[in-house]
């Protein structure tokens, strides 16, 4: 792939953010769940960069230009203590879009996690009909696991979302 890489966090990309993901356009039709405040990303930016032991976010870059973001949050399958994975996320701008550019971010995603944490599982989801996300997921190495029924709220309608997940040996095949 070209040259996608991962960096943390600048304060000049939360305004980069801000400005693409501030509307159904710059978010796209799967990720726009209303207005939002980035009050709340601006304080913990100023506290930890958004490098934080229980998640985080890293700036998406294509070249020299932002490109977007992923992020990371703990999952749970049963107790906390035992049964933690990451579910991670992705926000490309539109000009960056339908490129490769999100499956090439996510695997480096995935790798960055997998080398830095010791979590087993890396899950993430889209909605049943982001058929790019789905196929990006599936070639950044993760598979499709199931159909999460009505669990998504989003433009006035609850919406099916199709989980996907990698697991620790999994992954070194995709690398």
Not at 28 to 45: D, H
Not at 61 to 78: L, N, S
Not at 146 to 162: S, T
Request: hydrophobic residues 40%.
């Amino acid at each position: 792939m070209g040259d996608c890489r991962l960096r943390p966090v600048e304060e000049s990309d939360l305004d980069c953010f801000e400005a693409e993901f501030s509307d159904r356009a710059g978010t796209g039709e799967y990720q726009w769940f209303g207005y939002r405040s980035g009050q709340g990303v601006r304080e913990r930016f100023a506290k930890s960069g958004l490098l934080e032991p229980d998640g985080g976010v890293l700036t998406v870059c294509w070249g020299d230009e932002v490109a977007g973001r992923v992020e990371w949050f703990p999952g749970y399958w049963g107790r906390r203590e035992t049964s933690m994975c990451w579910t991670t996320a992705i926000g490309l701008r539109a000009a960056f879009r339908g490129q490769g550019i999100g499956t090439e971010a996510q695997r480096l995603l995935v790798a960055y996690l997998f080398d830095h944490t010791r979590v087993h599982r890396i899950q993430a989801f889209t909605d049943a009909g982001n058929q790019a996300e789905q196929r990006a997921l599936e070639k950044a190495g993760f598979r499709r696991e199931g159909v999460i029924r009505e669990a998504q709220w989003r433009a006035g309608a609850w919406h099916d979302q199709v989980l996907y997940a990698v697991l620790r040996p999994e992954a070194a095949s995709v690398q």
